[in-house]
T-cell receptor, first 110, second 117 residues
Framework: QQPVQSPQAVILREGEDAVINCSSS?????VHWYRQKHGEAPVFLMI?????EQKGHDKISASFNEKKQQSSLYLTASQLSYSGTYFC???????????FGTGTRLKVLA | GAVVSQHPSWVICKSGTSVKIECRSL??????MFWYRQFPKQSLMLMAT?????????EQGVEKDKFLINHASLTLSTLTVTSAHPEDSSFYIC?????????????FGAGSRLTVL
């Protein structure tokens, strides 16, 4: 039931791009993305509500493919501050329980 | 924006003692709050759903007698780890959804790091 994220970990240089994928075995109604710094609580990045929706803020954007039951997070021209663990989260309809993905550890090097 | 306050931020206790963690929604009412547990380098795993005025709903494999959840008001949920043991050491995080605003976004508390000696 837990969404599977790929890759599990990625290391990149400042300025490089990265893509993080989130796949669910169940139908998706919305996808949420969070970033967590070590020892801190997750911070909300964005929510995608409709299939085909794409959204972005600054140099971080995401897409939602409802048919494929997956979402992707795009980090463009990465900055040192992007380092952390990224989680996708899916909302279970009816129960409104949030189930988080397996996580992707991202490290940006100077 | 919605704010969730969680206390304490860290606690160290001896094996066999009980520890209570509080989760408060400061500027909104939350009929439902969620409790997660996170072990190092792992994802957040949902432990239970706390429902105001009724019993919590526990996920499979979570001992309800060990992790007592009380949601006495629309702004407060507590998690009590009873008879804590070293294997209960973890990062516990609560979250709540501002249902009035209609936004399906969870707001997280800052988390509580429990260390059981």
């Amino acid at each position: 039931q837990q969404p599977v994220q790929s890759p599990q970990a990625v290391i990149l240089r400042e300025g490089e791009d990265a893509v993080i994928n989130c796949s669910s075995s169940k139908a998706l109604y919305s996808v949420h993305w969070y970033r967590q710094k070590h020892g801190e609580a997750p911070v909300f990045l964005m929510i995608l509500l409709k299939g085909g929706e794409q959204k972005g803020h600054d140099k971080i954007s995401a897409s939602f493919n409802e048919k494929k039951q997956q979402s992707s997070l795009y980090l463009t021209a990465s900055q040192l501050s992007y380092s952390g663990t990224y989680f996708c989260g899916i909302l279970s309809p009816g129960t409104y329980k949030y189930i988080f993905g397996t996580g992707t550890r991202l490290k940006v090097l100077a | 924006g919605a704010v969730v306050s969680q206390h304490p931020s860290w606690v160290i206790c001896k094996s066999g003692t009980s520890v209570k963690i509080e989760c408060r929604s400061l500027d909104f009412q939350a009929t439902t709050m969620f409790w997660y547990r996170q072990f190092p380098k792992q994802s957040l795993m949902l432990m239970a759903t706390s429902n105001e005025g009724s019993k919590a709903t526990y996920e499979q494999g979570v001992e309800k007698d060990k992790f007592l959840i009380n949601h006495a008001s629309l702004t407060l949920s507590t998690l009590t780890v009873t008879s804590a043991h070293p294997e209960d050491s973890s990062f516990y995080i609560c979250s709540a959804r501002d249902q009035v605003s209609g936004a399906n976004v969870l707001t997280f508390g800052a988390g509580s790091r429990l260390t059981v000696l």
